[in-house]
Structure formats: structure tokens, C-alpha cells
Nanobody, 123 residues
Framework: QVQLVESGGGLVQAGASLRLSCAASGRTFSSGDMGWFRQAPGKEREFVAAISWSSGSTYYTGSIKGRFTISKDNAKNTVYLQMNSLIPEDTAVYYC????????????????WGQGTQVTVSS
């Protein structure tokens, strides 16, 4: 079993930055991939970013490219999402997920999910 714990969310003004963290514990595996998804009020959960644990390759959805950066710390089994130039449309609950992934954009590819952390961006 793998546990994922997100942290770093909060309430910020438009233009501010936040860094989300997701720490994996339990039965971790060295080559699992990790991703970030988000769910805004009244909307379906959507892909944000992902990173290959083995190669470090990164993947982003178009709306956050250039503003968000995903990174990882292998030794800490932790993935980060640096979010800059936040806009109100980024308001959502952010979830991290882990699994052996072929399609990084597909939620069903991820076996383990965190509980989510709220990010609220005011205008």
C-alpha cells in the first residue's frame, strides 16, 4: 500500500506563487510515475502535470504551461508542483497520484491518490 500526502495549498491573491508537495510513504516503488490533477468546483477532475520517476520527463496540460513546474526528489519520495502567476481559474482541490503509467493524462492509470489540498486564488 502507498500513502500520498499533499501539502502546501492555501489562499493567495492572483499573481502569487505556491509550491505543493506530495510525499509518498508505505510500500513505495522506485520507478512509479507521479502526477498532479485538480478539481474545480462544479467541474470534473483534470490532469495538470506528471513526471516520470525513472527518466524525469515531464508532461503538462496546456493551460498551465510556463506557469507551473513539476519536479521530484527521489531520495524523499516527494513530488512538487511549483505554481507561479496564479490566476483565479487555478482555484481547485489539487490531488497527487502515483502509479505505473503509460498514458500520463489518464486518471485511471494511477493506482494511488492523495486526499487533496485546496488552492484558492482570489482576484
Amino acid at each position: 500500500q502507498v500513502q500520498l500526502v499533499e501539502s502546501g495549498g492555501g489562499l493567495v491573491q492572483a499573481g502569487a506563487s505556491l509550491r505543493l508537495s506530495c510525499a509518498a510513504s508505505g510500500r513505495t516503488f522506485s520507478s512509479g510515475d507521479m502526477g498532479w490533477f485538480r478539481q474545480a468546483p462544479g467541474k470534473e477532475r483534470e490532469f495538470v502535470a506528471a513526471i516520470s520517476w525513472s527518466s524525469g520527463s515531464t508532461y503538462y496540460t496546456g493551460s498551465i504551461k510556463g506557469r507551473f513546474t513539476i519536479s521530484k526528489d527521489n531520495a524523499k519520495n516527494t513530488v512538487y508542483l511549483q505554481m507561479n502567476s496564479l490566476i483565479p481559474e487555478d482555484t481547485a482541490v489539487y490531488y497527487c497520484a502515483r502509479g505505473y503509467v503509460h498514458d500520463y493524462y489518464r486518471q485511471s492509470e494511477y493506482a494511488y491518490w492523495g486526499q487533496g489540498t485546496q488552492v484558492t486564488v482570489s482576484s
